[in-house]
């Protein structure tokens, strides 16, 4: 396998970088800061970011009187967020009595169209900012993600293992994740059992997953289509790190969505490349099979088995939002019931937690219920049209390939979360359309040369 590394003695001076790119490097920095809540409030420095980076492109497309690069996907774009502003109207006009918690139906459904368009807004300027970028840009923006996130991962590392090595609560006094966690199982009277879930200084376990299991998905395409980050031994230093910090997370959204991505691939290898399929099948069942023996295989099996038992708190809330989420789109199959009204018919249906604004924890139920199925048609059509062009240029070019299978990761992770309103998924889909583009347009045209 020839392997392709990332080198920087051809990059440019700092001093030629171009604004544009180094606030892409910025926001790539700030990637772990997603859940940073030790010095600053949550999502602030991404969030600050990407508002900086949204101010800058306005700039510059009106200095360049409105010149900007659209296609396809924008359309299918706009018309789902129409669908959210329409039915924002709808539920201004329906004038609705019911209250949940101090919020009215109005207010969440203001709320939630305005962070939709916060993220179209920014999936727009990083677009624009993308576009026309070198390749090694994108080099750059995976080497700045992969080395930040590892820096996060071994905080979390050596959480666990300040536990449950040397029983020490230092480096967990940063937030009281498993409070919340304990709390929630105590709410819902199906055990209060303490399992230690290192969370790094992220708000959530499963946050922290989320954060992780594209980074996993990341170094092993990379590593399997032969870019090499770095040299070998730092590559494969990267895949430890993140796989070893999954597994201390006990995050369920984590190992759910990593087997799901590896199950995908495996299928996908088995038709194309029998060696590839074996290899992974042989890393695979090595990595189980090391777990299962280590300290960490015992309170996984046990997580397992209070799934199975219908005891973890977690896993039955989010069965309970499913279902319930069902329901509601079975009642209002077409239109829904309007951005973020699935709050206030959760506690009305059966829902188990009613101290909470609830949402399905899934990113198409959260949709469906929102908005229909007339809504959730351009939003589909938005990432057929994303993830069609990733594919097409994929098999040939490892970058694509890499940002392809982040992508899915992350669409595979939020059919057990509902934070698709954050920067994350949209940035990689950003660097998905734009990459794709440029490495297909440069096909073309090599073609038509030939030709």
């Not at 039915?87 to 969440?108: A, K, N």
């Not at 050596?158 to 449950?164: D, E, I």
Request: charged share 10%; with cysteine.
């Amino acid at each position: 396998m020839q392997s392709i590394e990332i080198q920087s003695a051809s990059a440019p001076s700092l001093s030629r970088v171009p604004l544009g790119t180094w606030l892409l490097y910025l926001f790539a920095a700030a990637y772990p800061f997603f859940m940073f809540a030790v010095l600053f409030t949550r999502d602030s420095i991404p969030f600050w970011v990407t508002i900086l980076i949204i101010l800058f492109v306005g700039v510059r497309i009106i200095s360049l009187q409105g010149s900007f690069w659209l296609d396809r996907s924008f359309v299918y774009l706009m018309l789902f967020l129409m669908a959210y502003v329409i039915g924002t109207l709808v539920v201004h006009l329906s004038d609705l009595p019911y209250t949940w918690l101090g919020r009215t139906p109005q207010e969440r459904a203001v709320t939630t169209t305005l962070r939709l368009l916060y993220v179209v807004c920014a999936y727009f300027a990083f677009v624009s900012l993308l576009t026309g970028a070198e390749e090694r840009v994108f080099a750059n923006i995976l080497k700045i993600q992969l080395y930040g996130g590892a820096l996060f991962a071994l905080f979390g590392i050596l959480q666990y293992a300040s536990v449950v090595v040397f029983h020490s609560t230092v480096l967990t006094g940063f937030e009281p994740t498993n409070e919340t966690y304990v709390l929630r199982s105590n709410i819902m009277r199906v055990g209060a059992e303490r399992v230690f879930r290192a969370s790094s200084i992220f708000s959530e376990p499963a946050w922290f997953g989320f954060f992780l299991t594209p980074l996993v998905v990341k170094c092993f395409v990379a590593w399997f289509k032969g870019f090499i980050i770095g040299n070998r031994l730092l590559h494969l230093s990267l895949m430890v790190i993140f796989a070893a910090a999954v597994l201390a997370n006990f995050s369920l959204t984590a190992l759910l969505g990593t087997a799901a991505v590896v199950v995908v691939a495996i299928i996908r290898l088995a038709q194309k490349s029998p060696r590839k399929t074996f290899a992974l099948l042989l890393v695979t069942g090595a990595a189980l099979a090391a777990l299962l023996v280590s300290p960490l295989g015992p309170p996984l099996l046990e997580r397992f088995a209070r799934i199975a038992s219908f005891r973890d708190a977690s896993t039955i809330d989010r069965l309970v939002r499913a279902f319930t989420a069902v329901k509601v789109v079975l009642l209002y199959p077409w239109f829904g019931v309007g951005p973020g009204g699935f709050a206030f018919f959760y506690p009305r249906l059966g829902g188990l937690d009613w101290a909470v604004m609830a949402t399905p924890l899934n990113i198409w139920l959260s949709i469906l219920t929102d908005v229909g199925i007339v809504g959730s048609v351009p939003f589909l059509l938005f990432l057929v049209n994303i993830l069609r062009r990733g594919l097409r240029v994929g098999r040939n070019h490892p970058l694509v390939s890499v940002y392809l299978w982040s992508v899915l990761t992350f669409l595979i992770l939020l059919s057990t979360l509902d934070n698709w309103f954050g920067e994350m998924l949209w940035f990689e889909l950003a660097i998905l359309l734009t990459l794709a583009v440029r490495v297909g347009s440069r096909r073309e045209a090599v073609a038509l040369k030939g030709a």
